[in-house]
């Protein structure tokens, strides 16, 4: 062994005692911490469909046709972060709101949330509303691509 690596060597020992020094031990009968719970921040891909809150975190995602019956306590929107796929690029999504109505909404596909005409990729929920489910399909036609009760 040439002395670089016998050096590099003996420093990675000493590093690992010097950390293993550092790492407290629990005494004897001491009562283990409870495990940290490890949040996994869902992201809104390409290609995905997603329910997100208000300050833009994702809430539900999914890439195929989905029955989420997700509930938004503090209002948000759906967003159809789609890609191009003639036929199987836009989204037909309905709701129900805490009034009891059931709404539908066409949304179109888009790399940012659009909520006005003329091709809106992203509908706002209130407070309470429940997304049902949504559907890909092709193109929105007349108004679909607006917010209307079923």
Same mark, same amino acid.
């Given at each position: 062994?040439?002395?670089?690596?016998?050096?590099?060597?003996?420093?990675?020992?000493?590093?690992?005692?010097?950390?293993?020094?550092?790492?407290?031990?629990?005494?004897?009968?001491?009562?283990?911490?409870?495990?940290?719970?490890?949040? #996994?921040?869902?992201?809104?891909?390409?290609?995905?469909?997603?329910?997100?809150?208000?300050?833009?975190?994702?809430?539900?995602?999914?890439?195929?046709?989905?029955?989420?019956?997700?509930?938004?306590?503090?209002?948000?929107?759906?967003?159809?972060?789609?890609?191009?796929?003639?036929?199987?690029?836009?989204?037909? #999504?309905?709701?129900?709101?805490?009034?009891?109505?059931?709404?539908?909404?066409?949304?179109?596909?888009?790399?940012?949330?659009?909520?006005?005409?003329?091709?809106?990729?992203?509908?706002?929920?209130?407070?309470?509303?429940?997304?049902?489910?949504?559907?890909?399909?092709?193109?929105?036609?007349?108004?679909?691509?607006?917010?209307?009760?079923?």
């Amino acid at each position: 062994m040439n002395k670089v690596k016998r050096v590099a060597l003996g420093l990675v020992v000493a590093v690992a005692v010097v950390l293993a020094g550092l790492i407290p031990l629990n005494p004897a009968g001491a009562t283990p911490a409870a495990p940290e719970q490890s949040a #996994v921040a869902l992201t809104c891909d390409p290609g995905e469909a997603c329910i997100m809150d208000n300050i833009f975190n994702t809430l539900y995602t999914n890439a195929g046709n989905a029955s989420p019956n997700f509930v938004v306590p503090n209002g948000g929107f759906v967003w159809n972060n789609g890609v191009r796929m003639p036929g199987l690029d836009h989204i037909q #999504v309905i709701t129900r709101t805490p009034d009891g109505n059931r709404w539908t909404i066409c949304l179109h596909y888009g790399r940012t949330p659009v909520f006005g005409q003329p091709e809106p990729t992203a509908g706002t929920l209130v407070a309470g509303e429940r997304v049902l489910s949504w559907r890909w399909r092709g193109e929105c036609v007349g108004n679909e691509d607006s917010w209307h009760i079923i």
